[in-house]
């Protein structure tokens, strides 16, 4: 390895990590403030009160039910607009993506009207529904890109040997698109699980709230005390930690799946 290669790993290197503690900075604080004053016992104060448990129920039921019906639709979707002709096609992709240029705080009130009017407020359904619609231009294009790079003689060989639409869907391109549907179900759960506006308008009721909404509760229910608040952020927080941990290697693959044929 030559002076050259050397300089530019050891500044590869440095980038990464400055990078990694301006990252994990916030984190450590956070830990640190948690222990303020009565050390752990912030945590067992926290996770001692009833409605914590009814927090982390609520936030997997949602994350669950809205993983579901995301990556149902998705699959379906992105192999439509991918391998199939039809009337339309070009014109409705452009207009699903053009969800992406709407952030939810300019469609709550619109939404928040909507969900009244179908008794969605404080019900979890009415959550999951408005979660799987600003979730869905983002997903279909991470899958459908993935399905354009599969080549189209896959399909015409199985249309050779006699299969239909649905079983060249199931039995040929599904197994393929796994890495894209992985990395799409792991931003699917992390969007969900963090998601805050929505949460704190459409569901009032605390029986209803999830994750994001236990500070606020907490700084109410526990006295404004800091360490317990900033020991129900940690709570809060290592879910998605642990769950982008273990599955970081899917994020690589299907961000990077289709890249290259």
Known sequence: ?????????????????????VWLFPIFVM??????????????????????????FNSFFVAFFMIIISITILAFAAFAFSK?????????????????????????????????????????????GAEVAFFLPFGLMLIKGYFDELPNELMEAAFIDGATILEVFFKVMLPLAKPALATALIYAFLNSWNEYLMVLTFMTDPAYQTVTMAPSFFKDALGGDPGKIYASLVLISLPTMVFYIFFQRF????MTAGAVK
Do not use: C
């Not at 002076?3 to 990694?20: D, G």
């Not at 830990?31 to 982390?56: C, D, H, M, W």
């Not at 053009?98 to 009130?109: D, E, K, N, T």
């Not at 994020?251 to 299907?254: A, H, L, R, V």
């Open 84 to 128: 199939l002709e039809f009337a339309g096609k070009r014109l409705l992709f452009n207009m699903i993506l053009a969800g992406l240029m709407l952030p939810v705080a300019s469609m709550i009130v619109p939404l928040f009207f909507t969900l009244r009017s179908f008794d969605g407020l404080n019900n979890h359904w009415g959550l999951i």
């Open 31 to 56: 830990f640190k403030e948690s222990l303020r004053v009565n050390g752990f016992e912030n945590y067992i104060a926290t996770l001692q009160n009833p409605n914590f448990p009814t927090f982390v």
């Open 251 to 254: 994020f690589q693959k299907g």
């Open 1 to 21: 390895m030559n002076v050259e290669s050397k300089k530019s790993r050891w500044m590869i290197n440095l980038v990464l990590m400055l990078a990694s503690i």
